[in-house]
């Protein structure tokens, strides 16, 4: 794994958007131009979250037809489940509009983003809760105290061995389910929901996540053991 191995983020390398915008995509906040319904039944069909927010931007929020059309014809696009840039800046816009209409009624920037992300349907909902709630809100963390100590950690040789790895059981990625199989005392098993049995021939090369361990001493303990 020497290959793939992380130095941090390079010269020639970009930064991904600031976490609090992404934030509020995955949370799925209503955005401008963004139908919640055609969002909702899209997703319903089996489309992935960025994908379906894509076709709606795309089509300019035209409706469900128009958009599931696009999406068929571009679902080869290799970004077409990766977030519409358009899309960022309109999620910080959100955010920074609930958080002003929140603290405008009382409240802090840290008591407003944290109602935002319990209720996750809208500043109204947010409000109300708010306004109910605030008693129960945790005391905000301050820096020096969420402050983490240094680690030292020593790193090692690229020595790594497979002990596990998840794998899709089904017809297409729509259907179907996900099976886990672990590696121990040189044996592999098959965790298939609540059943778990020996796997005498694991299907190594169709997994999605892959578990590996680093070997401390591969002289003593091989790697391929």
Not at 16 to 28: D, F, I, N, Q, R
Not at 46 to 63: L, Y
Not at 95 to 115: H, K
Not at 183 to 192: E, G, M, V
Request: aromatic share 8%; glycine share 6%; net charge negative.
């Amino acid at each position: 794994l020497e290959a793939i191995r992380g130095y941090g983020k390079q010269p020639e390398e970009m930064l991904l958007p600031h976490a609090s915008a992404k934030s509020e995509l995955t949370l799925g906040r209503p955005l401008p131009g963004i139908d919640p319904a055609v969002f909702e039944k899209l997703c319903k069909s089996g489309i992935t979250p960025e994908a379906a927010r894509r076709a709606i931007h795309i089509t300019k929020n035209t409706g469900f037809d128009a958009a599931l059309d696009w999406y068929m014809r571009s679902v080869g696009d290799r970004d077409i489940n990766e977030e519409h840039p358009d899309l960022w800046s309109k999620a910080s816009d959100i955010d920074g509009i609930a958080i002003e209409q929140l603290t405008n009624l009382g409240f802090s920037v840290y008591q407003a983003r944290y109602a935002l992300q319990k209720v996750n349907t809208g500043i109204n909902d947010a409000a109300d809760w708010l306004f109910s709630n605030v008693d129960t809100i945790p005391p905000e963390r301050k820096d020096e105290e969420i402050k983490e100590v240094p680690k030292e950690c020593r790193d090692g040789k690229e020595h790594y061995r497979l002990i596990g790895f998840i794998s899709h059981m089904g017809s297409s990625p729509l259907s179907g389910h996900y099976v886990a199989h672990m590696k121990k005392d040189s044996k592999w098993y098959l965790f298939n929901d609540e059943k778990v049995a020996l796997s005498q021939n694991p299907p190594t090369m169709l997994g999605y996540v892959y578990l590996y361990e680093r070997c401390c001493d591969p002289e003593v303990i091989p790697c391929d053991e």
